[in-house]
């Protein structure tokens, strides 16, 4: 069982004995409670003024975790469009995570923070709003994409294609509805579609690479996922190759976002399958936490990986990505 935050893992994950001087190694607490990991780390997912953190609380608890730069994403949705569970997390004067949120905190810190926001595609002037935002605003991400819309729309694969264009990354979110394939029961807060909706933007944007992340997306580690019924599937072992290995091994512009609940307890369900999956796609994972705790830097660090490995999951993928 993973000890979340500032205390580590346990010494014991899974089957893993983790070895005090690799983990020694990989970071060190000092007195004063702050990390100080040997490599650098790159948070590829976080917002600003999100769960109770401002500009400022969001750079102490960047410090206190060792973290050097983290892409800063707006979320741009309508608001009849907004899971109600989210409100509680959200600031309250806007909807969703405004770009103005983004802008405000970067230039407040523009060592820190790398601004990514997004446009609808079903807003006709998409395009060159996203131009106006990287001239203007120097944004380097588009992200994060979450909206109830299917991901294969022709709207959205001709903004994916210009976000090739422009050299932006896509960090995308997915959110399915159940039963699988079936009529929902009811009334469900789905965004994207399922993973299969993505298969058309990475054949038809081979330019643009796609960061995924979200329930409805890390489900897909296993073969069985259209047979559960949970969108967080947690302590269940991982059968087969689920579609996420499938479209690593058939598309190059396929990546996986770690970040937030959804990645952690993708990667928790099997450590020794974990460990090999981190090492075969080394090249296409990148470290993000969507959140201020450590638990995703606690379990990379816990499994004896390769230090080349660690080093490109934690913040050279990023840095290939978005140079600084």
């Known amino acids: 069982m993973l000890m979340a935050g500032l205390g580590g893992a346990a010494g014991l994950v899974g089957g893993f004995a983790v070895d005090g001087a690799a983990r020694a190694s990989a970071q060190a607490v000092p007195d004063n409670g702050k990390r100080t990991p040997k490599h650098r780390v790159i948070d590829a997912h976080n917002h600003p003024r999100w769960i109770g953190h401002d500009g400022a609380r969001i750079i102490e608890d960047m410090d206190a975790s060792g973290i050097e730069r983290t892409w800063l994403l707006s979320w741009e949705i309508p608001e009849r469009e907004i899971d109600p569970g989210y409100y509680a997390k959200l600031p309250p004067m806007g909807v969703g995570m405004p770009f103005r949120d983004v802008i405000d905190v970067a230039e407040r810190y523009?060592?820190?923070?790398?601004?990514?926001?997004?446009?609808?595609?079903?807003?006709?002037?998409?395009?060159?709003?996203?131009?106006?935002?990287?001239?203007?605003?120097?944004v380097r991400v588009f992200g994060e994409f979450k909206l109830r819309l299917r991901y294969d729309d022709t709207d959205a694969i001709r903004l994916f294609q210009y976000c090739g264009e422009l050299g932006l990354p896509v960090v995308y979110h997915l959110d399915v509805t159940f039963p699988r394939h079936g009529v929902p029961s009811g009334w469900q807060w789905w965004y994207g579609g399922g993973i299969e909706n993505m298969e058309a933007p990475l054949r038809l944007c081979p330019h643009?690479?796609?960061?995924?992340?979200?329930?409805?997306?890390?489900?897909?580690?296993?073969?069985?996922?259209?047979?559960?019924?949970?969108?967080?599937?947690?302590?269940?072992?991982?059968?087969?190759?689920?579609?996420?290995?499938?479209?690593?091994?058939?598309?190059?512009?396929?990546?996986?976002?770690?970040?937030?609940?959804?990645?952690?307890?993708?990667?928790?369900?099997?450590?020794?399958?974990?460990?090999?999956?981190?090492?075969?796609?080394?090249?296409?994972?990148?470290?993000?936490?969507?959140?201020?705790?450590?638990?995703?830097?606690?379990?990379?660090?816990?499994?004896?990986?390769?230090?080349?490995?660690?080093?490109?999951?934690?913040?050279?993928?990023?840095?290939?990505l978005v140079p600084v």
């Open 110 to 138: 523009p060592n820190r923070f790398i601004p990514g926001t997004t446009t609808d595609p079903r807003d006709p002037h998409a395009l060159p709003k996203l131009k106006a935002a990287v001239d203007l605003f120097r």
């Open 208 to 320: 643009t690479q796609f960061l995924g992340h979200g329930p409805g997306f890390w489900r897909e580690i296993s073969a069985d996922a259209d047979q559960d019924a949970v969108a967080y599937p947690k302590n269940k072992p991982i059968v087969g190759r689920g579609r996420i290995l499938e479209y690593l091994d058939k598309y190059p512009n396929f990546n996986c976002d770690l970040s937030g609940g959804s990645g952690h307890t993708a990667l928790s369900r099997n450590l020794d399958f974990t460990r090999k999956f981190l090492i075969d796609y080394q090249d296409r994972l990148f470290f993000g936490r969507d959140d201020f705790n450590n638990e995703m830097y606690d379990l990379l660090t816990s499994v004896n990986l390769p230090e080349d490995v660690l080093v490109k999951i934690l913040a050279g993928n990023a840095l290939r």
